[in-house]
């Protein structure tokens, strides 16, 4: 499987425009929404890696699989909470 990665620039633009909070609005997200929105908010710095995997990373809201790109457009800042869960939900 492939994965392409976001620019860091497509990163931190999408970062500053979600204001450093979860962009998850899915309804049927089991990761504790208030308003259909996630709360959770983070700083920069907070972003998971593969040695850290706690914090928030970029997720491609149309999977590169399906002919998603790595643009700001398709990127969303996402909890791990809500990455999981959208990853086991769909
Ligand atoms: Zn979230
Ligand atoms: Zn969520």
């Given amino acids: 499987m492939q994965?392409?990665?976001?620019?860091?620039a497509v990163v931190k633009a999408r970062f500053t425009f979600?204001?450093?909070q979860c962009e998850?609005?899915?309804?049927?997200?089991?990761?504790g929404h208030r308003f259909g929105r996630c709360v959770q908010r983070f700083?920069?710095?907070?972003?998971a890696t593969s040695d850290k995997p706690k914090g928030w990373q970029a997720?491609?809201?149309?999977p590169v699989l399906i002919g998603g790109t790595s643009t700001?457009?398709?990127c969303r800042i996402l909890c791990l909470?809500?990455?999981?869960s959208k990853t086991l939900g769909s």
């Fill in 3 to 8: 994965s392409v990665e976001f620019p860091e």
């Fill in 18 to 20: 979600a204001r450093g």
């Fill in 24 to 31: 998850c609005t899915t309804l049927t997200c089991g990761a």
């Fill in 43 to 47: 700083t920069y710095a907070d972003r």
């Fill in 59 to 62: 997720d491609h809201h149309i």
């Fill in 72 to 74: 700001f457009e398709n």
């Fill in 81 to 84: 909470d809500c990455h999981v």
